[in-house]
């Protein structure tokens, strides 16, 4: 959903909508087009996730010492 998102976005998109985009999109790329910056979310959102979840856990560990 990515993509039809980021062309939605764009200033003078030829899109109605979400629907007309996912539509138009599939009829004329294909379905490959929806994975196209797959890889690149991916790659984005991993360390994100990782550093997050670390500290989710630190903390975690830390307040179960003083409030077991």
């Not at 030829?14 to 009829?27: A, M, Q, S, T, W």
């Not at 294909?30 to 979310?41: L, P, V």
């Amino acid at each position: 959903m990515d993509v039809v998102k980021q062309r939605l976005q764009l200033k003078g998109s030829p899109y109605r909508g979400v629907g007309d985009c996912v539509k138009r999109v599939l009829v004329e790329e294909g379905i490959g087009a929806f994975y196209a910056s797959y890889r690149t979310t991916v790659v984005m959102n991993a360390p994100f996730t990782a550093v997050h979840f670390a500290t989710y856990e630190a903390t975690k560990r830390g307040l179960m010492e003083v409030s077991p």
